[in-house]
Each structure stands twice: as C-alpha cells, then as structure tokens.
C-alpha cells in the first residue's frame, strides 16, 4: 500500500501566526483529504482537494498530484486550531483510504 | 442533522466483555468503513462492509475478534470481542461522501473505548 508522511509531526504556534504543513505520498493518490481531529477525538473534514488549491477562511490546501504531495496553509492561528491534523489517500481505484502519520499543532495565546 | 450517527460516544468496559458500535448513515451507501485509531496514533482501516456480503478485512485483523453486520444500506455494527486494555482505541466509521454530492470520505463523531 502507499505511504503517507506529515511533516512536520509537531509544531508549537505562538497565536496569530502562520503555518505549512505537508503531506507527501509514495504514490499517486485520488480522494486526498485534509482533516482536523479536535482534542475531543471528532475527525473534521477540512478540504477535500485531489488537485489545485482551496480556501476556506483562514485555511487553504494545495495539492501537486503529479508531484505528490498536499499542503495545508493555516493564517492567523487561533488556540481553536490546536489539534492533530491528517492528510488521507486512496490509491488507484481502491477505496481503502490511508491515513497519514498527523500533524500535532498547539497554539498557545 | 447528522449525516453519519454513531453509538455509544465514549465506554468504559471490563477485560473480557464485548462492546457492540453502531453506525446509522441518512443516506443508502454501498460500502461503510470501519476504523481504529490507539492513543497518540493514526487511523488504521479495519474493514471494508458490503450490503448482503461479508466484511473484508486488512491484515492484522480478523472477523472473531472484530465482527461486522451490515443488515441494509444504511446500518452497521463493528462488535469489540473478548476485550482487553490493548483494545482501548477511538473507533470510527466512515462512508463515501458521494451521496452528499461530494468527495472524498465522511466520519462518524468516534467511539472512544476504554478497557480496564
């Protein structure tokens, strides 16, 4: 199966500042996500992006399918952001999603 | 209105005893997806359940420990058997967002389980 590396695996945020964080594949994935998981273990869908570039509010993600890999841009963090954050992909026309190792963000005030 | 509903949210159980996860979707979809998460890890895939067919599951799992029912197309059970702490885990379930008109895949809130 493919594998799915985040980095990096922990980050620490002074509140108001900006952040990257990546996801790289072993393979061409399609269904990539991005997901929030809150301290409360609930998994939010953030972006759904197989290709090109998203945003919603102070978050955007990008994806370079033929490079293989996602990002997830985070601005002006806010404490509510801290938590874990996943990238996810299926490979070829499997529907078994593979998860990323996750992103573990603090933002402190 | 939830999409995804899944029961209990949160248990404590005894070693040895069974705990049954309920997952109600408000949509008909082929396959629901089940999945486990240990404390400070991933998400691993369990199973893959299939409406009228028997649930396939990935390595390192099996049907004894794990059983799955998926009785129509909007309803499925992973049952935890013979639990011990090693079992203590946020189990999830999951479907194609495709009946939503979307992508990718939608979760259930999680059950998180604690052995003891």
């Known amino acids: 199966g493919i594998q799915v590396e985040q980095s990096p695996p922990d980050l620490i945020l002074q509140e108001g500042a900006n952040s990257t964080l990546r996801c790289n594949f072993s393979?061409?994935?399609?269904?990539l996500q991005w997901f929030h998981q809150n301290p409360w273990g609930q998994l939010i869908n953030l972006f759904y992006?197989?290709?090109g570039t998203k945003q919603n509010g102070r978050l955007s993600a990008t994806t370079v399918a033929t490079e293989r890999y996602s990002l997830l841009y985070i601005s002006s963090s806010q404490t509510t952001d801290s938590g874990v954050y996943f990238c996810a992909g299926a490979s070829g026309g499997y529907q078994k999603v593979t998860f990323g190792t996750g992103t573990k963000l603090q933002v402190i005030p | 209105s939830a999409v995804i509903s899944q029961k209990p949210s949160r248990d404590i159980c005894q070693r040895g005893t069974s705990l049954t996860i309920q997952c109600q979707v408000d949509?008909?979809?082929?396959?629901m997806f089940w999945y486990r998460q240990q404390p400070g890890q991933s998400l691993t895939l369990i199973a893959t359940?299939?409406?009228?067919?028997?649930?396939?599951?990935e390595s390192g799992f099996v049907i004894d420990k794990f059983p799955i029912s998926r009785p129509n197309l909007t309803f499925s059970t992973l049952t935890v058997s013979n639990m011990s702490p090693e079992d203590s885990s946020i189990y999830l379930c999951?479907?194609?967002?495709?009946?939503?008109?979307?992508?990718?895949?939608?979760f259930g809130s999680g059950t998180r389980l604690t052995v003891v």
């Open positions: 359940a299939n409406q009228g067919s028997e649930a396939t599951y």
């Open positions: 393979d061409s994935v399609n269904n």
């Open positions: 949509s008909q979809v082929t396959m």
């Open positions: 999951s479907v194609d967002s495709a009946f939503r008109g979307l992508g990718g895949y939608t």
């Open positions: 992006i197989p290709s």
